[in-house]
C-alpha cells in the first residue's frame, strides 16, 4: 500500500485512468487498483481534516454499476482504508505536511465538497459531510466513471 501512496503523491498531474495504470504497475490488480484510488484518498482526507473541525460519517456507500445495487459499509470495517488512515497519520508524525500529502488527498471527493462549502480561507469547523459513494469495480471499463 505505501507503494501506492508514493504513487499518488509523485504523480500530481494525472488522470484517473491514468493513476490507474500507475497503481496496477506497482503490481496492483485492477480491481485493487481501483479500490486503491478511491479508499486511499478518503482515508487521507480523513486525517488531514480530523483537526479542523470537519465531521465525516463512519461509512460508505457502494454502487453496483452493472446492477444499481446499492449497499452500505462502515470504513473502519475496510483494511486499505485503516491502513492507509495508519499511513497518513505516520507520514505526519514524522515531519510531512498536509500540504506535502496534498496529491493524495486531494483526489478525494471530500476535499472538492469542503472547498465548495468553506471557499478560499473558509471557516471548516462545524462542516458535516455525508457517507461518500464510491462505485465497485464493473465488469468491463465502460461501467467505471
Known sequence: MDRAIDVLLLYTETNQDEMLALLEGCGLTPPEAWRASQFLPIAFAHVVFRRTGVRFQPGYDLLDPDT???????????????????????RLATGCTAQQLFPVF????????????????????????????????????????
Do not use: C, W
Not at 444499481?68 to 505516520?90: H, I, N, Q, W
Not at 471557499?119 to 459513494?133: F, M, Y
Open 106 to 145: 486531494g483526489r478525494s471527493a471530500e476535499y472538492g465538497v469542503i472547498q465548495k462549502i468553506a471557499g478560499p480561507g473558509g471557516q471548516l469547523d462545524g462542516v458535516v459531510l455525508t457517507e461518500p459513494l464510491l462505485m465497485s469495480f464493473g465488469d468491463n471499463e465502460a461501467d467505471q466513471p
Open 68 to 90: 444499481g445495487e446499492k449497499g452500505s459499509f462502515l470504513l473502519a470495517d475496510e483494511p486499505l482504508y485503516v491502513a492507509a488512515v495508519t499511513s497518513a497519520e505516520r
